[in-house]
């Protein structure tokens, strides 16, 4: 067993307890995807924008057994980051289900056809994470992607509310549970962080400095990515905003008793931040956008 997997299984009551409260939490409105949809009235011709940065964020919920796998393969023998890994599994398949079921309710068939080779596409490339086995660096990166699948479905509920208010419910009540998720993981990673400060610092400079929404295997996934990003939905921007909140949060800035990898990789982890800020103030390229599941390109409607 390795050091950090010895680390994961000691926190097994912690874990528990963080566990505990999240079900408690979201057992309280425990919604099912057809409840979200069923007998409501549906818009059938939401703009393109709206359809494309939907179906992208479907193709990032079906990296689900990826992530499933992964974590099973990472998180070793600890019982209680199991049980959590079946709730979170079970929890994140009907984010999936609900915006599958959208898209077939509010696209033509051949369109749906589209958006299903795209999902074939990308789960048959997968998705491999350059992070060894390292179990530390597993979190701290779910930590960062949990917190941008959030901005991501609730900022676009805030496109989509005034052309479909079934769209943008659904799309909150995914972003809140996404919400839920980023605050389980960032209390595992904060309880790793007063165990073994200097390993969790080297991880998490490991995660930022690679950092990669699930998707970049598919073939469209740059045209997505500059949508979401020029749309200010997910992007470079948001991302920066991000990283500093959950480096706020963690106080990375302010450990001390290091030895000198912990200080090491602290010291990168702030200069990244600034390059990371500094990108986030580049220009964004403008439209149009195109996508093998819309019949013509589009440009961006002026809300932002
Ligand atoms: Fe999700
Ligand atoms: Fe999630």
Known sequence: MSLQTELLVSLDKKVSEIVDRHEKITNKRLWMPTELIFGREINTSIPPEITAMLVLNLLTEDGLPYFTSLLTEHLGESSALRDWTRRWTAEEDRHGTAIKRYLHVSLQPEQVIAVERLQFQYLRAGFNPDWGRDPLKLIAYVVLQEYATQVSHHRIAERAKNHCKVLAQMLWQIGAEERQHHQVYLAFFKHLLQCEPDACLVAFLSVLKSFAMPGEEISEFAEFSRLQATA???????????????CDTLGLATLTDLNASGREAQEKIMKLVKVIERAAQRPLHQGPFSFSFLQEPFSLNEQK
Request: proline fraction near 7%.
């Open 232 to 246: 200010g939905v997910f992007g470079p921007r948001q991302f920066a905003r991000i990283v500093s909140a959950v």
